[in-house]
């Protein structure tokens, strides 16, 4: 009986694309996300963060937040990421055969950055996955030969894409510099060819874009950058060397990370063969971002997630590497199925709290404050009972202030847009981040003001704002319920200069 391998791999990213909308449907906005929506919000060619690739994606999903609900925003990610499977699936096949591209997919399906983090919930790892590998998928029809021999225009769009990519997050540039190390290595006649460095104006008009912005904005994304990944501070920071290799170990999936160090063992014995053009290609794309983080988490904090597009990147190489084992689609199947539950089971943790422990504290300040879970839980409840408040008070007149950009994000999201009320970022720019550019843009009074804090991440206006209001009442607690049981209050406070 013939298999088609490419119509079992589309059904599997049918499967996964309608299980993220389940996702997507059934958790609220973690802080990252929300405060990403503020880049379609309030467009621009760059931002403080990131750049605004992530904005533009969310703009078009939808119809520039004509649609404008957890799934629509989520939409900018979750199509984007069934693409980037089937890019995978592309990559594979071109590699061996549709067998290779279907194991490919089925690693990308079980894949936690690739899927949920990258793939469901909206970050500027969306675009920069997809745009990633697509650059990624052009480049290997090209690079590994000779010149003469192969389509110029594939190499442009390859520049193209990976130009994209860097306006998604700048860890993008690692893809050109794999692209220039391996040519400088492997390659050297595409150094006498005027075709590759007519690609490269494509990522630089981008970091152009990028560059005035910032030179417009005392070039503040560079230094906020600069402080968090400096490569020449040398205190040695166990915890987060720690949590960076622990991390990349299971944001990648196990399985995937174990795999990918025996496929790099069997390639330097010599028992895995594989065309070395092509295998220098993934590598020098690949690795040299995951032993940037790796080294970066040596001296400052960083975050797992940064290298993930590696990961991502190896997959058409480690399914080649187990192409041969014995059940392997089967087994990756299970695998899957095993995944998704373990997810299903995620979402009711969060949204009913099964088998979280008892919270201890009796205090409403500090009421839920070590259930991290709390980030996407509670917020649409909030919203209907602070509209209530705010209706029968009068106060949807009044801006609301926030100290840092969350909980504003998620406040912005939730409370004022269905309201119509401003949220300010009243502080330090390095708390407020892209408040700081919002403020400009609105025209509220800031005579009277409200302040909305939760128990989760408590601040008190009295001590915080006390120098700019001279009375400050708090006007409400609202308990926020889950399973019937009061997990965290929402605070109301009245300010007045």
């Not at 993220?20 to 973690?30: C, I, K, M, V, Y």
């Not at 802080?31 to 992530?54: G, R, T």
């Not at 408040?389 to 801006?399: A, N, T």
């Not at 704002?465 to 607690?477: A, G, L």
């Amino acid at each position: 009986m013939q298999y088609s391998y490419k119509g079992f791999a589309i059904i599997v990213i049918v499967v996964s694309v309608l299980f993220r909308f389940f996702l997507a449907t059934s958790l609220e906005f973690g802080n990252d996300e929300v405060y990403y929506w503020l880049y379609a919000k309030y467009p621009a060619i760059s931002h403080f963060d990131h750049p605004p690739m992530v904005g533009f994606f969310i703009q078009f999903f939808t119809l520039n937040l004509y649609f404008d609900s957890e799934l629509a925003i989520r939409l900018a990610a979750i199509i984007p990421s069934g693409i980037s499977m089937y890019v995978v699936f592309l990559v594979a096949n071109y590699l061996k055969n549709e067998k290779t591209g279907f194991i490919a997919v089925l690693l990308y399906a079980i894949h936690i950055y690739g899927f949920v983090i990258a793939g469901t919930f909206i970050l500027p790892d969306s675009p920069l996955v997809l745009c990633w590998l697509l650059g990624f998928y052009f480049f290997i029809q090209v690079l590994p030969y000779n010149p003469n021999d192969v389509s110029k225009l594939k190499l442009i769009i390859g520049f193209l894409f990976s130009g994209c990519a860097i306006y998604a997050k700048y860890q993008a540039v690692f893809l050109l510099f794999g692209v220039f190390l391996y040519v400088l290595l492997c390659n050297r006649k595409w150094l006498k060819n005027v075709f590759f460095y007519v690609g490269f104006l494509f990522p630089l008009f981008f970091m152009i874009l990028i560059f005035y912005w910032n030179y417009d904005n005392d070039f503040i994304s560079y230094k906020f950058h600069g402080d968090r990944v400096s490569l020449f501070s040398f205190k040695f920071n166990k915890d987060s060397f720690l949590r960076e290799a622990l991390g990349q170990f299971l944001y990648n999936n196990p399985y995937v990370v174990i795999m990918f160090v025996l496929c790099m063992v069997a390639v330097f014995k010599k028992r895995f063969l594989v065309e070395k053009k092509q295998l220098f290609l993934f590598l020098s794309v690949s690795v040299p971002l995951i032993l940037t983080t790796i080294y970066l988490s040596l001296f400052r904090d960083t975050l797992p997630h940064w290298s993930g597009v590696s990961y991502i990147t190896m997959l058409p190489l480690i399914a080649l590497f187990i192409a041969e084992r014995k059940n392997i689609q089967k087994k990756l199947v299970i695998g899957g199925v095993s995944f998704y539950t373990l997810l299903f089971i995620t979402v009711f943790v969060i949204n009913e709290g099964l088998f979280l422990p008892e919270q201890s504290s009796i205090d409403k300040e500090s009421l839920g404050r070590k259930d991290v879970l709390l980030d996407m839980y509670g917020w649409k409840q909030a919203s209907e009972k602070l509209s209530l408040i705010f209706k029968e008070r009068e106060l949807k007149s009044f801006p609301i202030i926030s100290n840092r950009w969350y909980p504003a994000a998620h406040i912005d999201y939730y409370i004022a847009r269905p309201n119509h009320m401003n949220v300010y970022g009243i502080g330090a720019l390095n708390e407020i981040h892209k408040y700081y550019w919002i403020n400009k843009q609105q025209s509220s009074s800031l005579a009277k003001a409200l302040f909305i804090t939760d128990s989760r991440n408590y601040i008190d206006p009295s001590e915080m704002y006390k120098n700019e209001y001279s009375i400050i009442n708090r006007v409400e607690e609202i308990p926020i319920v889950r399973s019937g049981k009061v997990v965290k209050y929402v605070f109301l406070y009245l300010l007045e200069k």
